[in-house]
């Protein structure tokens, strides 16, 4: 009888394979929040979005809504992301740090000292508002000085620095003069955007976004997008990006979270092809 050359002799060692325990460096993590006007734009009602414009039952003939919530803008969902991306890392770590700032046509620091206190963190998000007017240029100059002297300053703690900007521009390109080669902090950016059209350029933003990130994140920095102007796609991409930018796989292997409309689609096509029956539970991932 032949033998498997991959089993072990008999008495031989059985080899273990084993992962040492490593603590990663805890985060600081400056979030820029773009006040643009176009923060100020509405997003879209779940429900309204999920029925098509079906009219509802409780609308007058006179097209007045009755009993309606007020409109939930940008810039009122990108502060409930913070506050929950804050609140899902202290409870993975309690010492992850934040701190805030601002982007108008530059930089500037809401809170400029980092603090792992969830209280300051909130006020420092409450007090971020979107401007009542529109900026000619976005200039992330700034806030790539203001990230590289702090990540120096969070190595030398054993720290890893962070940059999350959040970009709501559609057609106003962002520029930076930073020719500096070292990198020594992660950025990730999630862009907010209206649909293309005669006077957006949201294609040509996002790959000014790229080629920004490319240019000064040390580890894997992930870029998400959406015109869908839905809240929940925003807390979905929030969440993604509580990994830590040493644990990250590249941002073309990210298949999470599943998408249960495709899963149910492919499910059904499965089951006209074979005749199997599918299970109507659905894993969420």
Not at 91 to 110: N, W
Not at 136 to 146: E, R, W, Y
Not at 148 to 174: D, F, N
Request: aromatic share 6%; glycine share 4%; charged share 20%.
């Amino acid at each position: 009888m032949a033998t498997d050359p991959t089993t072990p002799p008999v008495g031989a060692p059985v080899l273990r394979y084993s992962l040492p325990p490593v603590r990663l460096p805890p985060e600081d993590i400056l979030f820029c929040v773009d006040v643009d006007v176009e923060a100020r734009a509405e997003m879209k009602a779940a429900a309204a979005a999920a029925s098509s414009g079906s009219t509802s039952s409780s609308q007058p003939a006179g097209g007045a809504r009755v009993g309606t919530r007020p409109p939930v803008r940008r810039m009122d969902a990108v502060k409930q992301a913070m506050l929950l991306f804050i609140h899902g890392k202290l409870a993975m770590c309690p010492d992850h740090r934040f701190a805030f700032a601002a982007l108008g046509e530059t930089v500037s620091m809401v809170k400029k000292d980092f603090s792992s206190d969830a209280s300051s963190a909130i006020e420092a998000i409450h007090s971020i508002s979107a401007s009542e007017s529109r900026y000619v240029t976005a200039d992330l100059t700034q806030l790539f000085k203001i990230a590289h002297q702090e990540g120096r300053r969070a190595e030398l703690q054993g720290r890893l620095l962070r940059v999350v900007l959040i970009y709501c521009r559609s057609s106003t390109k962002p520029q930076h003069h930073w020719p500096t080669k070292e990198k020594n902090f992660t950025l990730d950016i999630i862009y907010l955007h209206d649909k293309t059209g005669p006077d957006n350029c949201p294609q040509k933003v996002y790959d000014v976004l790229v080629d920004a990130l490319e240019h000064v994140s040390q580890y894997e920095g992930y870029i998400l997008e959406s015109s869908q102007g839905l809240a929940r796609v925003l807390f979905r991409h929030t969440c993604i990006l509580l990994s830590h930018p040493l644990q990250r796989c590249i941002q073309d292997d990210i298949d999470f979270p599943k998408q249960v409309a495709k899963k149910t689609v492919a499910a059904e096509a499965s089951q006209k092809e074979d005749g199997t029956p599918v299970s109507s539970q659905l894993s969420v991932v």
